[in-house]
């Protein structure tokens, strides 16, 4: 389970527009990644890779902003609103289960529709 002051401290981090770092940081070596229903990613090289394509797609690290946050044991919630260069906001929900002080699974759940148009 995360104390208060590490999880501020990996939300503090991605707000810093630092996403890699914080998936460096903040998860485990064996750690999973899902968007939704889509595959699911293993490994730390893997999730830091997905990012930096994510990031790439997307012209830079988007205005990151933590709406709210809850946490029952090792499982957090994250709600998070992701401010794009193109003008387009997704608001997501990020659910992650803690192993320590590090993440060792996070899924992501949102509405694809937002970033269309």
């Known amino acids: 389970m995360p104390t208060l002051e590490r999880l501020k401290a990996f939300i503090a981090r991605v707000e810093a527009l ?4 914080a998936i460096e940081d903040f998860y485990h070596a064996d750690a999973t990644m899902q968007e ?8 730390i090289e893997a999730l830091v890779a997905g990012e930096r ?3 790439k797609r997307m012209g830079g ?5 933590c709406r709210a946050f809850a946490v029952n044991g090792d499982t957090v919630f994250i709600n ?13 929900i990020a659910v992650q289960t803690w192993r320590g002080d590090r993440i060792a699974a996070e899924r992501f759940y949102y509405d ?4 269309q148009g």
């Open 18 to 21: 630092d996403h890699v770092g």
């Open 36 to 43: 939704n229903l889509s595959a699911i990613r293993t490994g």
């Open 53 to 55: 394509a994510a990031l």
């Open 61 to 65: 690290a988007p205005v990151s902003t």
């Open 80 to 92: 998070w609103t992701f401010g794009m260069a193109t003008g387009k906001v997704l608001n997501e």
């Open 112 to 115: 694809p529709a937002q970033m």
